[in-house]
């Protein structure tokens, strides 16, 4: 036993000698973190009040929504306040400031994100409507809120958005990629999303910061709106670098559209697998041409190939 101990001290001795290397990795900070298990549980604690017949909290014993929505309020808003006071201190102007001034910027930030909240329900429901109307698998739309990853990221991303616009660090991207962790679905927060939007699978999909999105938008699995490049780094930020997607646009599987000069116009249908790092006119339909079909069929036969049909109305955009 002795032997154990004495190499779990050496161990120790190591660790704190390498912490001493003056790395981003080995710093203490002088003030607090953001508990992401905290974050997490007010994202469920948001729902619960977003859907109030559908996701209950089986802390509280209430028979009325009245009683159900108070104490649901009153603990994201004590919870809230304590995580945004904390990370407003990422913000240099505000790390020296007193902690008494602190907590009462976080409580106005903390009641201006929630008075937001008829809006997101608003979003919300015409989110749920264009999942239903869009998908024949829905049979209706208990399924849609109970089940749909797409929705799910949708809901995070409303949540987030919202303390995004009021500059809360750190945290509404702790929501999104709780999100990005549980579907596949990678929304930044930054992300303008109109109303009925709706994912259709959704894995593999990824949003950039800046990019805008109209209403009566769908897109498929796999699709990338992002950034042409970034290896400018830190000196692209705050600058548009993820396209624009007008109304009633949809894109398919494994499309992508890059670059924050790029506008896909309205009502344009943007077809699977395309790369596209230009501006689509409204109405226009976009597909990948001369794609061809192998058919190997070993010893019995030689290689057989069929270049795929498109219909004429269809167009390729480079």
Do not use: C
């Amino acid at each position: 036993m002795k032997q154990i101990e004495d190499r779990i001290n050496g161990l120790v001795k190591d660790m704190l000698t390498d912490y001493e290397g003056g790395r981003t990795i080995d710093e203490v900070k002088s003030f607090d973190h953001p508990d992401k298990e905290v974050v997490i549980d007010i994202i469920y604690s948001l729902r619960r009040i977003i859907f109030p017949g559908y996701f209950r909290n089986r802390s509280y014993r209430v028979y009325t929504v009245r009683n159900n929505i108070t104490m649901l309020l009153e603990d994201v808003i004590f919870k809230l306040i304590r995580q945004i006071s904390i990370v407003l201190r990422y913000d240099e102007e505000l790390h020296d400031i007193d902690e008494l001034t602190l907590a009462k910027r976080a409580e106005d930030i903390t009641f201006a994100f929630l008075e937001k909240l008829p809006k997101i329900r608003e979003y919300i429901e015409t989110d749920v409507q264009a999942s239903f109307d869009g998908d024949p698998a829905a049979y209706n739309k208990d399924e849609i809120i109970y089940s749909y990853p797409g929705l799910f990221a949708i809901l995070v991303n409303r949540i987030a958005h919202e303390l995004f616009l009021l500059k809360v660090p750190l945290i509404p991207r702790i929501m999104t990629e709780y999100a990005h962790s549980q579907t596949g679905i990678d929304i930044h927060p930054g992300a303008s999303i109109g109303r009925y939007f709706f994912i259709d699978h959704g894995t593999g999909i990824v949003v950039g910061e800046t990019t805008e999105i109209g209403e009566n938008v769908k897109i498929y699995q796999g699709v990338t709106l992002g950034a042409l490049s970034t290896r400018g780094g830190q000196s692209l930020r705050s600058r548009k670098r993820h396209p624009t997607i007008e109304d009633g646009v949809t894109i398919y599987s494994g499309a992508s559209i890059l670059g924050g000069d790029t506008v896909i116009g309205k009502g344009a249908v943007i077809g699977g697998n395309a790369f596209i790092t230009k501006s689509v006119p409204a109405g226009a339909k976009v597909s990948v041409v001369n794609q061809e079909l192998s058919f190997n069929f070993g010893k019995s036969g030689a290689p057989a190939k069929q270049q795929l049909g498109q219909d004429d109305s269809w167009f390729y955009i480079i």
